[in-house]
């Protein structure tokens, strides 16, 4: 850093602790030099005071679904294989580090976690603050979201502290409404910050979200900060942020009595206005759409492969069992999200592919099922399942859409997962049938649970590719047992670029959930770490989802305070905590009737556009009667009892 900026550093720390007034021309002054330093030292998105940074802890466990130190520990390549990351963003304390010796400068303590937050231990945090009491010519620099912790140290932080915390906004409504941060609200920490009675301190209003002017420039001025940068998200996290104008406003007035940094400064993301369902993209669902009908044809001539196997066609009948209808229009939904999704996923990827972004396209099927799926009371009325439309569907999209010639080829490698055994033979079976008719050493189908699975397949996958592009299905069934453990899809998915669909039936997870907070809450606790991790540990996780303050306390209930919003608030916050971007949701109800959410997801932020097209595309043209979506899959041929019957019905025409 220049040398003139630390001095005045020194001469403003000097003025504050003999004159606690900021209003007067000396500070004032030093202020204005401070920015002129500083401003056109803007060159990254890290703060421009700062020299370097150091990380004598790393993790955090506030949440934060904006944090770009959880997305780089979790998703970047470079900590792949990383020890530090391997169990996630967790506190942990980095002993290599304290070697490290500092020269004259500002030092960013903790860039990659909060130092300050619950879970760090306070021996570590006096570990750390032993270590830079050697380097008295240096200024070290700590940011939180947890300030009221500052009070624990007060008396034993050196005086080369610079002490900070970041306040987006002053609306705790609306942290809460968008599910922001676990962190403790804006609102507490402006209370914490504006008691602490310390020289140099800093406020960071980055990522800045939309506020009362009045009362924020009141906070701020109240907290008394020597420092205050100010800027909009960097990393397209699609935050409610503060038209452009009102943001110029709040800098004005915070220049009046405080040194400010502008960041970022653009306009609110709204403001670009993305025209939802008018992209390019929504023609191409529609002449998708046209074909779904081969996807019957196909599971007929299945069928008709099994011709002399009249013990396996039994089998496949049983697993096929006659189910209601409003179970038959959940399938058919599903299967229609995936079928419109991988022809634009594989298009976008074979694009990326050509650019040397990409070097293999991959799909995972986590709960595989037979491979093919009942669709009506009817026992002809069968299609392609998930695993088999994954493994046809580009070929037949490919050679009838000169568009998506390209994705002729599909997929490079898929992997099916599946657990119960008989389920799984029934699979194999098909798939080897098929494979009479062309080479499917590009698929692997695994019996077993997906919870223990997923670890051998991305083994695979990193082994025989540097940068694969995956779509993974998850499809589970409504017992919590089945579902993928969050632990499970963090360790899988870090480091990888994956893009999700999963089916939640939060209806029935909702269900078992409530059943054992009832009569066991330790067992309650466990089911929820199972599900999203941590994420409860947060000191506001109950603005993540209100599942989580119920595990605060041991207290028995009796009414069902546990909603299916909950569920799905829970995931799409424990979603987001592994470095995804875009995620969006589909309701799924049948005769108003909630059956299961449809949750799609993708790290890249280039995947706003297209994916929200999609999910509007889904929302509103997506036939909602039984019968007719049923009617652009099926083909008419007459009633027939059973899959043996069904196939000397083809056999006869």
């Not at 470095?579 to 706003?608: D, T, W």
Request: proline letters at 4%; glycine letters at 4%.
């Amino acid at each position: 850093m220049h040398e003139d900026a630390v001095s005045i550093i020194t001469r403003i720390k000097d003025l504050l602790i003999s004159n606690s007034m900021k209003e007067n021309k000396s500070f004032t002054k030093l202020c204005a030099h401070l920015r002129e330093i500083l401003q056109p030292r803007l060159r990254s998105k890290m703060f421009n005071i700062v020299d370097t940074s150091w990380n004598p802890i790393t993790g955090c466990l506030h949440w934060c679904q904006y944090c770009w130190a959880r997305d780089v520990a979790l998703n970047s390549s470079y900590f792949k294989r990383s020890r530090r990351y391997s169990d996630g963003f967790v506190p942990q304390i980095n002993n290599d580090v304290f070697r490290m010796k500092f020269k004259r400068g500002v030092i960013f303590v903790c860039d990659m976690g909060d130092i300050f937050s619950p879970e760090v231990q306070s021996s570590w945090i006096q570990r750390v603050f032993n270590h830079i009491s050697n380097f008295p010519n240096t200024y070290f620099l700590f940011l939180t979201k947890n300030p009221s912790r500052f009070k624990e140290f007060l008396d034993k932080v050196p005086h080369n502290a610079i002490l900070g915390t970041t306040l987006e906004t002053n609306k705790d409504d609306l942290y809460a409404e968008y599910h922001i941060s676990g962190a403790p609200l804006p609102s507490e920490r402006y209370m914490a910050m504006k008691e602490i009675d310390w020289p140099l301190k800093f406020v960071s209003i980055e990522p800045i979200l939309d506020f009362d002017l009045e009362t924020f420039v009141g906070w701020i001025k109240e907290i008394k900060p020597f420092l205050v940068y100010v800027g909009y998200d960097n990393y397209e996290w699609r935050l409610p942020e503060p038209p452009l104008e009102k943001t110029r406003n709040l800098i004005r007035e915070l220049k009046k009595f405080t040194c400010v940094i502008e960041k970022t400064i653009r306009e609110s993301w709204k403001k670009y206005n993305l025209e939802i369902g008018k992209s390019k993209y929504t023609g191409n669902y529609e002449n998708f759409k046209q074909y779904l009908n081969l996807m019957h044809e196909r599971a007929a001539q299945i069928i008709e492969m099994f011709r002399d196997r009249d013990r396996e066609l039994q089998q496949l009948d049983e697993l096929l069992k006659e189910g209601e209808q409003a179970e038959h229009y959940w399938t058919l939904k599903k299967l229609f999200s995936l079928a419109m999704y991988i022809p634009m996923f594989l298009l976008i990827g074979r694009s990326s592919f050509e650019k040397g972004h990409c070097d293999g396209l991959i799909y995972i099927d986590t709960h595989a099922g037979p491979g093919l799926a009942k669709v009506g009371k009817e026992r002809q009325e069968i299609v392609l399942g998930s695993p088999l439309l994954a493994l046809y569907w580009p070929t037949i999209i490919g050679n009838r859409l000169k568009t998506f010639k390209k994705i002729e080829k599909g997929f490079d490698k898929l992997f099916f997962i599946e657990k119960d055994r008989q389920t799984c033979i029934i699979l194999k079976q098909l798939v080897d049938a098929m494979g009479n008719r062309g080479n499917l050493d590009n698929v692997e189908i695994f019996c077993n649970d997906s919870n223990k699975q997923l670890y051998e397949v991305r083994e695979k996958i990193i082994k025989n590719y540097k940068k694969p592009l995956i779509l993974m299905f998850v499809d589970p069934f409504g017992r919590l047992d089945d579902q993928i453990k969050y632990n499970v899809f963090l360790k899988f998915t870090r480091g990888l670029r994956v893009d999700l669909i999963m089916n939640i039936n939060a209806s029935m997870l909702t269900r078992g959930l409530i059943e054992i907070r009832r009569h066991n809450y330790e067992g309650f606790i466990e089911a929820v770490k199972q599900l999203w991790g941590d994420l409860y540990k947060a000191p506001r996780s109950e603005t993540l989802s209100k599942i989580f303050e119920y595990c605060k306390h041991e207290l028995q209930f009796t009414d069902a305070n546990i909603h299916s919003e909950d569920v799905l608030h829970a995931y799409l916050a424990a979603i987001k905590s592994v470095g995804y971007r875009c995620v969006e949701h589909i309701p799924v109800k049948f005769n108003q009737r909630l059956m299961y959410y449809l949750v799609l997801a993708s790290k890249s932020s280039g995947s706003y556009e297209w994916l929200r097209n999609y999910v509007e595309y889904l929302r509103t043209k997506t036939p909602e009667d039984y019968e007719t979506l049923k009617n652009l899959w099926l083909q008419a041929c007459g009633k027939v009892k059973s899959l043996l019957e069904f196939k000397d019905h083809l056999e006869a025409t």
